[in-house]
């Protein structure tokens, strides 16, 4: 799965982009960004509060407990705002 980060995210990360193979266990967006704050300090930081991260599975916009199995790409981002 390519998981592609974006604005504070990405620079809270360090990549624009990755390719991950998250375990078997991980099953939601939940999971993932659980697996993904595990992976050290700077996802840790990215993802300190999760209730702020947008995800969007394929590029389709879903909520935390969307399942990712047969997705190929995530990204993560802020909120935004303009029009």
Do not use: C, Q, S
């Amino acid at each position: 799965m390519r998981a592609l980060y974006f604005a504070w995210v990405r620079e809270r990360v360090g990549l624009a982009e990755e390719e991950i193979v998250p375990p078997a266990d991980v099953k939601t967006v939940t999971d993932l960004v659980a697996w993904l704050k595990a992976r050290g300090e700077n996802y840790e930081a990215a993802f300190a509060n999760e209730k702020t991260i947008r995800a969007a599975l394929d590029r389709n916009h879903v909520k935390p407990d969307a399942l990712i199995a047969t997705a190929k790409e995530i990204a993560f981002f802020p909120p935004m705002t303009g029009g």
